[in-house]
């Protein structure tokens, strides 16, 4: 039998690299006039960009351009950003936040933030309507509190987080016996009405552990296992006969050994980060790029490889990514009507909601709802049984009795309408089929080095 040796990595070698090399946040308020500059320098590894787009998200900061470089061992970006309102970034804790969250060494969470044990129930499946119904009505028969819901429909298919408590003595459940009976509980909820055998479908109710990947993050690994990408065949391209709002293009560079990535989509909030997170759960490495928005359109180029150096050299790995990016763009694309939810919380509220929502054949396409001290508070996004958000106003009201809080009902903007935030991306021209455009290399090149090279003054020389 061959024995293969392989080199040992010490697992504290990359926290001395970042001991050694701390990365350098600057927050800059004097280069622009209209948004704030986050400058980030730092020691390089796989899905660093993802870190730094996921802290700014998460603090619902509006990202309008960035110009990412990170070849050699170096990375280096700047963020443009504003909060929801437009403005410029001026309060002294959030700078000061902004500053350790960047760092990891110096990381910590915030108060809403904060980590609490509790147990995770992940579900994928065929949707249908009714389906978070059930399933929150067999948890609170089996006395099971749901402290935070979060929902995804996309393609048919659905994809669930729940955080639940033991709704006796609170805290999370670590019975073992106790915990497999209740999966199969939600198995059989969710296996009742498969259309076709075979259907793919996953149930885990997983005990409290540390170090859980941030939820978003996880709906989209969840729904890209599933395979929700795979509606997209043959239509990432087609303008014309495919009804597909975001158009992806994937071009090679073979002088400087790159995959050139460009997507082209509505701006909305948090695209960047559901664009990067894609990219990087692919093993895909992120060595440029330059994004920005313009007139509700945004436009991103990536200059990429994948993890182990190779570049996308088979029409059969473009078009899976081309595929993915387009899914991971779309899934977070509201539809239906927009139920905001703040009410005293309690147990069995998911339930109570949910039931009146199937009682009147509204179907759920999004839901996020968690707790902020004593309150529920969240959103969930309704359809009727054709798919429209025109919702009988007594529901909104049955939902206010049954929850015995607030509900306020928002309708969607018209097409065309300012988003409410903008978040990523612009080039200047359209996207066409991969590998038919007629474009110079590196379209967006210069524009990246002089964005760098001015908006990166106090930076020392990258390192490579």
């Not at 980060?273 to 990219?279: P, Q």
């Not at 060595?287 to 945004?298: D, E, L, P, T």
Request: charged share 25%; glycine share 6%; proline share 4%.
């Amino acid at each position: 039998m061959e024995i293969i040796y392989k080199p040992y990595i010490d697992p504290e070698f990359e926290s001395l690299i970042e001991r050694i090399h701390p990365p350098r946040i600057c927050i800059d308020n004097d280069a622009c006039e209209d948004c704030t500059l986050v400058k980030v320098d730092s020691a390089n590894k796989h899905g660093i960009l993802l870190e730094m787009v996921q802290v700014l998200t998460d603090l619902d900061l509006v990202i309008s351009k960035s110009y990412i470089s990170s070849d050699g061992g170096w990375f280096m970006d700047v963020f443009h950003v504003t909060d929801q309102l437009g403005n410029k970034i001026t309060d002294e804790s959030l700078i000061l936040y902004i500053q350790k969250a960047l760092c990891p060494s110096r990381r910590e969470l915030r108060p809403d933030h904060a980590s609490t044990e509790q147990t995770v129930l992940e579900m994928t499946a065929t949707d249908r309507p009714g389906l978070m119904s059930e399933m929150s009505a067999v948890l609170l028969e089996l006395g099971c509190n749901v402290t935070s819901a979060a929902a995804w429909t996309h393609n048919t298919r659905v994809a669930c987080i729940l955080n639940v408590e033991d709704g006796f003595k609170g805290g999370p459940i670590r019975d073992p016996i106790r915990l497999t009976h209740v999966e199969e509980q939600l198995w059989n909820v969710v296996e009742a009405h498969h259309g076709k055998a075979g259907e793919r479908s996953s149930v885990r109710l997983m005990a409290p552990v540390t170090g859980q990947t941030h939820k978003e993050r996880r709906l989209h690994q969840l729904m890209y296992a599933d395979k929700d990408y795979e509606w997209y065949h043959g239509c990432e391209h087609k303008e014309k006969s495919c009804d597909v709002s975001t158009h992806v293009s994937i071009e090679s560079c073979k002088e400087k050994e790159y995959s050139v990535v460009n997507v082209r989509s509505r701006d909305r909030p948090k695209l960047l980060f559901d664009t990067v997170c894609a990219l990087t759960d692919m093993q895909y490495v992120v060595f440029h790029a330059a994004v920005a928005s313009k007139a509700f359109m945004a436009d991103q180029e990536y200059f990429i490889r994948h993890k182990d150096g190779c570049t996308l050299d088979t029409e059969s790995e473009r078009h899976k990514l081309s595929q993915s990016l387009i899914a991971a763009i779309e899934r977070r694309v509201s539809h239906g009507l927009r139920l905001e939810i703040s009410t005293p919380n309690r147990m069995g509220l998911l339930s109570d909601i949910t039931r009146v929502l199937r009682e009147n054949a509204l179907s759920i396409s999004m839901v996020e709802v968690g707790t902020r001290g004593e309150r529920a508070v969240g959103s969930f996004y309704i359809k009727d049984a054709s798919g429209h958000d025109h919702v009988n106003p007594n529901i909104v009201e049955a939902i206010k009795k049954e929850s015995g809080g607030s509900v306020l009902a928002v309708q969607k903007s018209p097409e065309g309408a300012p988003p409410q935030a903008a978040s990523s991306s612009r080039t200047s021209r359209s996207m066409t089929k991969s590998g038919t455009e007629d474009r110079p290399r590196f379209s967006l090149g210069s524009l990246l080095w002089s964005q760098l090279e001015r908006f990166s003054g106090n930076f020392g020389p990258i390192r490579s």
